[in-house]
């Protein structure tokens, strides 16, 4: 038998006869390892054990002590859901059940639920994981495996004929009567499962799409342990106070009513304000890394979606226009603006690179039932940034965006994690140039000695790209920042540079984006700061505390100096007591209060009290200044007052 070759986590190769397993893999490691193995990843996708690897895959062996372990459980939870609710309810028709960030989901049909019914079905769940069943892996070929739905489930014959329809080998899993259609994986027996809860019901469409059938959504999710579990449940309840929707309203920073349409956020002076600074912040940093600024417009003629390839691959995400018989598009990227720009010159090797920015809206037409405050809307801004680099530029570029990331992450405290996310199935160009584009961005990861995970399959439809993931102050991890090599558009769209040689060359085209987006990096920003946004950012960084109307005009004074110093600052002067005006102020997340009564308008000072409830007297007005003029240079909130 022929032998193959594997690459493993550290980049050493292991080689194991073809055919092998990742279990297999696992075994020729040690039989330690073998022993312990769950799961395994190849190419950064989790699978089943029993998968077979090729020459050349980048393999990782998942045990219970791996960090993808928790995935593994969850999903075989949302099986034992399933056999739960068949045991309940024979009417009712599985879909699909995969696991999530935070849990588990299974979407069925035939049977009505209510949020009433979900203990009945929790309690049928703790008889399956109490009775320890073996969950096993089993084989049928194509034909077996369609007898089992022709008759009664039109969902998993559609599974069938779209996902596995390249292979004659269909895997099911068995736990005691229970059968599920499912590439895995699990974890080995249904006792392994220490804690669950079944959290909510929702309603979603058939693959996503509110043309087909509407579902009913059974959210829950799954632990090794139930102090897991209760941290868990703890953290939801603090994410459900810190919610951007409760919280936008309460600060009064966004809406989105109805009568404007679904997923089209309206800004509100406070939110404005916040996003303003943003901008401005993201604009510091492209200027000192030399991008110049341009401006594309809302929509272009299909024309040139078709030739920068969007309109293939984003057509049904796309909002179309029919303008005097010419079809026209709302631009869900800025990208191939930008290349037009770039196209409508002439340049030379000493010109490159060329750094393009634009703080551009974009639109994409999401379900309605995605969409979700600021974290999926209709129209959103990306902080763009598009280059044209020489090949040997990449390296170089690609490091100083990453330093400019890295900047972004740690002004917001936010904890992140690195990605290069590979080829999609849905792609444009040749195997050649994504080769080359991949191993680009590897090399640069490596030469940065940086720990990155692998995403296979989850790059742009015309490059890869590094993900940058963050962290926000519950624990939970968001998609932002970005940076995408493209070896495509700019042969799409012909652009070149003459060469020291005099020759034509093509040019390298990187994407890049600092937040990801403004709306879902303002909405992650409202939940981890809990509305209390540092002094740079906070729409009102002062209020003025009269304790009666007799000092409004030394109120009025302090405001004229603090706005002098460029300080946004309000007076509450309607007449309430002054206990009233101070939980007002907390309330609204005012970063700082000053009280005034004729004792500190007789001596120019002020009381300084902030909203985690500290206070100083007597306090110089130049010193407070001062005080605030450096915690906004440090964009940190400040330790403690000055004198």
């Given amino acids: ?65 791996s960090d993808e372990y928790l995935s593994v459980l969850r999903h075989s939870a949302a099986h034992v859901f399933a056999q739960a609710l068949l045991r309940l309810y024979d009417d009712a028709k599985l879909t699909i059940g995969p696991w999530t960030d935070e849990g588990f989901y299974y979407d069925i049909t035939g049977v009505d639920l209510d949020e009433d019914d979900l203990r009945e079905i929790e309690n049928e769940m703790q008889e399956i994981v109490e009775a320890d069943y073996d969950i096993e892996r089993v084989v049928y070929d194509r034909e077996a495996a369609v007898d089992k739905y022709e008759s009664d489930n039109e969902y998993k014959l559609d599974i069938l004929e779209a996902e596995a329809s390249d292979s004659d080998e269909i895997s099911f899993y068995e736990q005691a009567e229970f059968e599920d259609l499912c590439k895995g994986p699990h974890v080995e027996s249904t006792g392994e499962i220490g804690a669950f809860k079944l959290l909510n019901i929702s309603s979603s469409y058939w693959r996503g799409d509110e043309e087909n059938d509407t579902l009913t959504r059974v959210h829950g999710t799954a632990f090794e342990s139930e102090s897991d579990l209760e941290a868990f449940l703890t953290m939801r309840e603090e994410a459900k106070e810190r919610d951007h929707r409760k919280l936008g309203q309460e600060l009064d920073l966004f809406s989105i009513p109805t009568v404007t349409g679904p997923g089209l956020p309206l800004y509100h002076p406070n939110g404005k304000t916040i996003l303003r600074e943003l901008e401005a912040y993201g604009e510091s940093m492209n200027d000192e890394y030399g991008y110049e600024y341009v401006e594309t417009p809302h929509l272009f003629r299909t024309e040139l979606w078709k030739q920068s390839g969007h309109y293939d691959n984003y057509v049904d995400d796309m909002f179309l226009l029919d303008v005097n018989d010419e079809e026209y598009g709302l631009k869900p990227m ?180 600092l937040y990801g987006s403004f709306e879902r990096f303002f909405m992650v920003l409202i939940e981890h700061y809990d509305g209390k946004f540092p002094l740079w950012l906070a729409p009102e960084q002062v209020r003025i505390l009269p304790i009666s109307d007799d000092e409004l005009g030394y109120a009025h004074r302090l405001k004229n100096d603090l706005e002098a110093a460029d300080f946004r600052v309000d007076i509450e002067d309607r007449s309430w007591t002054l206990g009233r005006k101070i939980r007002e102020a907390q309330d609204d997340r005012v970063p700082y209060m000053l009280v005034v009564g004729s004792d500190e308008a007789e001596a120019g000072t002020v009381s300084v009290r902030d909203r985690k409830e500290r206070e100083q007297q007597d306090v110089d007005l130049d010193s407070f200044i001062d005080h605030l003029t450096d915690e906004r240079a440090e964009k940190r909130e400040a330790p403690d007052f000055v004198d």
């Fill in 1 to 65: 038998m022929s032998e193959i070759a594997v690459v493993l986590p550290d980049g050493s190769e292991l080689g194991v006869p073809e055919g092998a397993t990742l279990e297999d893999v696992a075994y020729e490691i040690g039989p330690g390892l073998g022993d312990d193995t769950v799961a395994g990843k190849i190419e950064g996708e989790l699978v089943d054990k029993a998968t077979p690897v090729s020459d050349g895959d980048r393999v990782e062996i998942v045990t219970d002590q």
């Fill in 334 to 513: 800025n990208c191939p603006g930008h290349a037009t720009i770039f196209e409508q010159n002439s340049w030379s090797y000493r010109d490159l690179p060329v750094r393009y920015a634009e703080n551009g809206k974009v639109y994409r037409k999401e379900q309605r039932g995605e969409l979700s405050g600021l974290s999926r809307v209709w129209a959103f801004t990306i902080d763009d940034g598009h280059l044209f680099v020489r090949p040997e530029q990449i390296e170089s570029e690609v490091n100083d965006i990453m330093a400019m990331i890295n900047d972004v992450l740690e002004t917001f405290d936010l904890d992140y994690e690195v990605a290069l996310a590979t080829r999609p199935e849905k792609s444009v160009g040749s195997d050649e140039i994504w080769e080359q584009a991949e191993s680009q961005l590897e090399s640069v990861l490596e030469s940065a000695n940086m720990d990155y995970e692998l995403e296979a399959g989850d790059g742009a439809f015309y490059g890869p790209k590094i993900d940058f993931a963050f962290t926000d102050a519950l624990g939970r991890k968001w998609d932002g920042p970005t940076v995408q090599l493209d070896f495509n558009m700019p042969e799409r769209f012909d652009l070149s540079y003459t060469g020291k040689d005099n020759e034509d060359h093509r040019p390298v085209m990187i994407h890049r984006a």
